[in-house]
């Protein structure tokens, strides 16, 4: 009586096994190196948003003047639907996306009119600044803008000493 041999073989399961772990280890960092691309895309364009929240802000509603805060921007004017920023970013001052941590800060400025949105005069300010600092240990790609317009990047956080005006102390350009 022959006996017949259908199926795999212990030896053929460990195989396939063995050869999946090896591709996995070879994919997994290239895997995280494209997911921490990605969110500096975003947090690149979160701060391109800011800006050009900022400045649609100062010209439209602020009287010259920018807005202090994330939720300020997210604010709509009296007879609009929307803010100047997306709601995603405007849910709080500090808001955590992507893998970064977004902050608008400005300080106020005493003689600034009360803005169409809602604000108090004088709580707007003659500059502002922006960041986005990673959140993982292993991201070493901190971002920053100011009223200046331009987007700065650094291996270490910038918003912390990123002036309102001008340029910060480290870091370079962004092209």
């Not at 960092?29 to 100062?58: E, H, Y």
């Not at 709509?76 to 639907?81: E, I, M, S, T, Y």
């Not at 987007?151 to 340029?167: D, Q, R, Y």
Request: one cysteine or more; aromatic letters at 8%.
């Amino acid at each position: 009586m022959i006996r017949k041999s259908d199926g795999f073989a212990l030896i053929d399961v460990l195989f396939v096994c063995a050869i999946i772990s090896v591709l996995c280890s070879i994919a997994l960092p290239r895997m995280l190196m494209a997911k921490q691309s990605a969110s500096a895309a975003s947090a690149i364009g979160a701060m391109r948003a800011v800006n050009s929240g900022q400045l649609t802000f100062a010209l439209t509603c602020g009287g010259g003047f920018y807005a202090p805060s994330l939720t300020t921007l997210g604010r709509p004017p009296a007879g609009a639907l929307e803010g100047f920023i997306t709601p995603g970013l405007a849910t709080a001052d500090s808001v955590n996306r992507s893998g970064y941590r977004i902050e608008v800060q400005a300080t106020a400025f005493a003689s600034a009119p009360a803005p169409c949105n809602g604000g108090a005069a004088g709580s707007t300010a003659q500059g502002y600044k922006a960041g986005a600092d990673a959140l993982e240990p292993t991201n070493l790609r901190y971002f920053a803008t100011n009223s200046n317009g331009q987007i700065f990047e650094h291996n270490a956080t910038l918003f912390s000493t990123m002036p309102e005006v001008g340029m910060p102390a480290s870091g370079h350009i962004l092209r």
